[in-house]
């Protein structure tokens, strides 16, 4: 089976040493781009160990479930502590434990944690390696190399290319963990008290905040502690089922908690080669651009050189050179019409389309822009004056005057 090498890497040719070589298959290539620094993090790697689980048990009895008894009048809570060897040991010989003074601790409750078990329905697929299926993906869309920006103001600026933050943590171990809890008291109601208030929790998530896990109670039995010249104890033992969940923070000496960037791809700018033609003064696109519109529409960048210089050409630049639109004029006067509609602006400048981005017809006749004056305006309605004396004629109320060109 092969492995990881980690420890003699060819840097130049990313080949491990084969001198450390198992089995008949290669090793693995050490992979460069999965090699993310982390000492700069504020992400803190996630565990959970065997003592989260015995600290959610411990804290859940302390804080939610707080078992009491009444005693002379008095309510008094019960302590729980969790057993060390030593502890267990004088209740295994004496049936119950004493305090540093030599006195009986009555009533108490203990902890002992029993067995601990993967869980047979939940095992990971993990047997020699971790497989790359075997984790869990979180992205975050916010990092250094993408930022927020104001949508209400926002600042012109070159935006960044998409990029999202990956951390990848490994599967958890499921696990079955077995507690038995030992329950002291003077007498049989106080113990019968104490059972009573801890039965009804035995549905619930035992734990605080996102330690939690499912707990559920087992068979209850009773006896009693008859110590020579010692006041008689009842005790419970009520055995305890916890579904846990275990990772630690390294596996393999490999942290189980990753970081990776989103995939990146190289693009490279396509660039047109048009002459001297001014896309912004004609309604004439180039077909160099038209032949390369699904490479734009797709998120493509193109470039056209001219005479004029360079010029980007994005999807919603192409949108305004091929939406052209007919409109009507109104009959004002002899030699003027209007149009009320404003023109379109052109995305690159932010100004509004030129003179020359549209095309004049009188009954279907084309008119040379010689032939009248007119400033396109982007917000108010337009007013197109002819010189009638190069137009030959004047207009009259009947005739069809169509303007084509890029409205908004």
Known sequence: MPRLN???????????NPSTTEG??????LNRANQIRRDDDVIRTKKRTLYDIDYAIKWYLDNEIQPIITENQQIISIPVIYSNGEKWNDVRRLGYIRDEKGMIQCPVIMLKRSSAVERDTLKTLDV?????????THRQKYNARNRYEDELFPIPSQQ??????????????????????LIWCNFTEQLNSVVDQILPYGRYAWGNEGNRFA????NITFESTNAPGEDRMIRASIPLTVQGVLLSEHESRVSTLKKRYSVKKVSYDVVLDIGDTNIFETTIVPIQILQSSQ?????????????GGSTSITAQTLTYLVTLQDKIATYSNSSTVTVANPVAVNPT???AATKNEFNVYINGQYIDKIAYTWT??????????????????NIESEDLVVINGRWA
Do not use: C
Request: charged share 15%.
């Open 6 to 16: 980690r420890q003699n890497i060819d840097r130049q040719t990313n080949v491990p």
């Open 24 to 29: 008949l298959t290669p090793d693995l290539k």
């Open 128 to 136: 020699n390696r971790i497989p790359d299926s075997n984790y869990i």
């Open 160 to 181: 960044p290319a998409q990029s999202e933050t990956v951390y990848v943590v490994d599967i958890p171990k499921y696990v079955t963990v077995e507690y038995e809890m």
């Open 215 to 218: 707990t559920s109670i087992g």
């Open 295 to 307: 490479h734009i529409m797709g998120g493509g960048s193109v470039s056209i050189s001219s005479t």
């Open 349 to 351: 400048n932010n100004a």
């Open 376 to 393: 396109p305006d982007a917000n108010n309605f337009q007013t197109i004056v002819f010189n009638t004396t190069l137009l030959g004629y």
